[in-house]
């Protein structure tokens, strides 16, 4: 058992190297520190439960609504995905919520990367530079060696009707994958009738 997991024994603190330090051997600053440090994160830990449950039965209840509300017209909601934004009936009030998908390509986008490739080499003569640009860098990799889904996606902003590029472009698409999402809540309140919506902060370090 790794040792900052072991209890420590009566009489004991243990200090940031892992030593046991009789406790009348710590000075008084240091205990009321290290008492005031643990009570706040004590604390902290219980308020995330907090916020974690809140969240969870918030998104219920908006799912619960937007069912509701789809049954006016005889049918059903599409599920969690999507984002929708609330109201209140004066407009002061609202509530936003985003799910955001993460993406990733699977094996097909080197079939992708290859048709763009012959589509540089039989422009080479009178292709734009700064297109070529832009695709080398939409396929550059980070340092983790991903590639950017949002640059790669970019590409198909590109008004280029080369029936190559546009199977390169189908190509792409076939490859994203969705390999997870996330759910995001937020909440605005709005001064005055024409004022902007400003977002009511959770987030500790923003009160």
């Known amino acids: 058992m790794n040792t900052t997991e072991q209890a420590v024994p009566a009489g004991f603190m243990r200090n940031s190297q892992g030593h046991l330090v009789p406790v009348n051997q710590v000075k008084d600053i240091d205990r009321l520190r290290n008492d005031l440090v643990e009570d706040v ?11 974690k449950k809140f969240k969870a039965q918030v998104s219920d209840e908006i799912g619960a609504f937007l069912e509701l509300s789809a049954r006016e017209y005889d049918t059903r909601y599409g599920g969690a995905k999507g984002n929708v934004t609330l109201s209140s009936y004066d407009g002061r009030l609202r509530i936003v919520r985003a799910v955001n998908e993460h993406l990733a390509f699977d094996e097909r986008l080197q079939v992708a990367k290859q048709l763009i490739d012959e589509c540089i080499h039989e422009w080479t003569v009178d292709s734009d530079t700064k297109v070529q640009s832009l695709i080398e860098h939409a396929f550059q990799t980070d340092k983790a060696g991903k590639i950017s889904t949002a640059r790669v996606l970019g590409l198909r902003s590109l008004k280029i009707d080369d029936p190559k590029w546009q199977r390169a472009m189908s190509a792409i698409m076939d490859a994203v994958q969705v390999t997870g999402s996330k759910s995001y809540v937020r909440f605005y309140e709005r001064q005055g009738e024409d004022g902007p919506y400003r977002q009511i902060p959770l987030d500790v370090a923003a009160l």
């Open 41 to 51: 994160i004590r604390r902290v830990q219980e308020l995330q439960v907090q916020m």
